[in-house]
């Protein structure tokens, strides 16, 4: 075999909501190393979107958890080298890396907006993921359809 499967990193649930997946987000959200601002602004953005989401049934945690999903890419564009030709070859992703991507995804597209706290910014983003609306979405879209327009090519898959 070339390749081995790689373990699935445990982790522990954060603090606050008791939820390993939030601090799988935090561990991407932070910087230098400096958890607890990173759990200071993921904390603080939850606190906006109970403030923001008014007759939302849903607890912000799970609008977060939404927010991801309707982020989540499921299929992805590899290059490869054809003839001296490089192809987009479409590829599914697996479940782990779907999280990975989604959770980037929202922190990328999060820090280039124009509110003034990072806080506000990841708040703003997640209500727009779950709405289905944003920057966040439209780069979702834009792989599925670089991926739809490759489709000719997936029989490359590697």
Known sequence: MRKTNKKSKVYKPDPKFNE?????????????GKKS????????????????????????????????????PHIEVKSR??????????????????????????ISCAAIRNEK?????????IWEAFKEQGEAVKRKENIHKMAEANKAFSHFRF
Not at 20 to 32: A, D, G
Not at 117 to 125: G, P
Request: aromatic share 8%; hydrophobic share 45%.
């Open 81 to 106: 080298r054809m003839g001296g030709a490089n192809i987009q070859v479409p590829i599914p992703i697996s479940p782990n890396n779907k999280i990975t991507k989604a959770m980037k995804l929202l």
């Open 117 to 125: 706290t990072m806080s506000d910014k990841l708040a703003f983003e």
């Open 37 to 72: 601002i990173a759990y200071r602004i993921f904390y603080s953005a939850m606190k906006k979107i109970d403030l923001v989401k008014g007759k939302e049934e849903k607890t912000s945690l799970e609008i977060w958890k939404d927010g991801l999903k309707n982020i989540m």
């Open 20 to 32: 390993p997946l939030v601090t799988r987000f935090v561990n991407h959200l932070m910087k230098s």
